[in-house]
């Protein structure tokens, strides 16, 4: 049965690779192995169990809920030109800055793709314009689109918390110190490939219409805080700062969304409406994921296979390591997501961490941070299509100047983490 349930996975992460609906590939993998093993009704009990889960229901939905709001009173573009004007006074650091800048609004604008649209279609042309070459200029706004990994309602932070029994904060800060390291390492060496390929426009005459669609735009500072808010009462709450009382996940961002009204006066009833399509998207296409992951860890849990892989990592810690870390990346490199296989990788095998002599909380952040990174090379990732269209290149020719940051960053996450 166990060799039987290797190849539901293997065929599983294929179909996701290939493009089918992840959502109904991971439940009816998930079935069928149940099916396998004469237990149909415990794959049914664990899609109902992850339905109502208010840990992880809660959390995504309000952050999603936030971002329509954002998307809807137009913060989020404030935020992005207020951002992206003051990197442009300092066309020395335009590729790294570029990057790290990209990292930093992905936190508050956690949608990878959402994120390139915003950042990009502001970034690519000003990079381009200052001589750096279109597909550099593309790479440097892809390569920051992990920065969600500090987003307290990102599908997996609230997941990770859950598994680890503590809270959203407490799982970001265990792995900040490896995220900001792996970010500052993938800036350095994107400008060096950029030196080394001649694509970081050395010596290029700046096109002054590359700046012009940031002058046209008047930027409003009390707009471009609004998205940052949440995260910053998060912070200043948490049991690391403990600066003002605790403030949950879902209050943060209702009062977001109420401060987004009250800086932009949009209609109450639209503020209402974007909130609540927000909260509708989250649990239709993240907490749908995780339902289908749930069902697809069980039906593993129930053939045998969890326990086998279990098994076979107590004999070595590098094993564990490889698969914390690689899994996910490549998977995620191949499909242009990480979800799929980072939460199967969470659901499965990080509750047994300590069996394999690691923390629940490292090793579920590092599945997290390694299929956000291959995400980032992935020539078949949303975010990596909409730079490419944004720049008119090629994502294949994007993903291989991605490669070494994105590999490097890896392993040394891995490092620190585990």
């Known amino acids: 049965m166990i060799w039987f349930g290797a190849i539901i996975v293997v065929l599983t992460f294929a179909a996701i690779i290939k493009k089918y609906e992840t959502r109904l590939v991971l439940f009816v ?44 009173t137009k913060c989020d573009s404030h935020l992005v030109h207020l951002m992206a004007g003051a990197l442009g006074r300092f066309r020395a650091i335009l590729i790294p800055g570029t990057v790290i800048v990209t990292f930093l609004i992905n936190i508050a604008l956690p949608s990878a793709a959402g994120c390139s649209a915003a950042v990009g279609a502001i970034m690519i042309p000003t990079l381009i314009g200052a001589g750096i070459n279109p597909i550099m200029a593309a790479c440097a706004v892809l390569a920051g689109t992990w920065g969600s990994v500090f987003n307290p309602g990102s599908a997996h932070v609230p997941f990770i918390a859950k598994l680890g029994n503590t809270d959203v904060m407490s799982v970001i800060a265990g792995h900040t110190t490896a995220s900001v390291v792996g970010i500052l390492t993938i800036a350095i060496l994107l400008t060096i490939i950029a030196k080394y390929l001649k694509e970081d426009g050395s010596g290029q005459v700046v096109v002054s219409a590359a700046g012009q669609k940031n002058d046209e735009f008047q930027v409003s500072i009390i707009k471009a805080i609004v998205p940052a808010v949440p995260l910053l009462l998060l912070v200043l709450g948490s049991k690391q700062i403990n600066l003002i009382p605790d403030i949950g996940v879902p209050a943060a961002m209702l009062f977001g969304a109420a401060l987004g009204f009250a800086v932009t006066l949009k209609q109450v009833d639209e503020i209402s409406k974007q909130f609540f399509d927000g909260m509708g998207h989250a649990y239709g296409n993240v907490i749908g994921i995780i339902i289908a992951a749930s069902v697809f860890t069980t039906g593993m849990q129930l053939i045998g296979l969890t326990g086998a892989l279990i098994e076979a990592m107590k004999g070595s810690a590098a094993i564990a390591k490889i698969a914390a870390t690689f899994g996910p990346f490549i998977i995620a490199v191949l499909g242009g997501s ?81």
């Open 338 to 418: 990480g979800d799929a296989a980072t939460l199967a990788f969470n659901g499965a095998i990080t509750p047994h961490a300590p069996q394999l002599g690691f923390g629940i909380l490292p090793m579920g952040s590092q599945a997290f941070i390694a299929g956000a990174l291959g995400r980032s090379m992935s020539p078949v990732a949303g975010a990596a299509i909409v730079c490419a269209g944004l720049a008119q290149v090629n994502p294949i020719d994007m993903s291989k100047r991605n490669a070494i940051p994105m590999i490097v960053a890896a392993l040394i996450t891995m490092m620190i983490m585990l």
């Open 29 to 72: 993998s998930g079935f069928v192995m149940a099916l396998a093993v004469g237990k149909p009704l415990a794959a049914v009990d664990a899609f109902s169990k992850a339905m109502v889960n208010p840990g992880l229901v809660t959390v995504i939905c309000t952050v999603m809920g936030f971002a329509y709001v954002m998307k809807l």
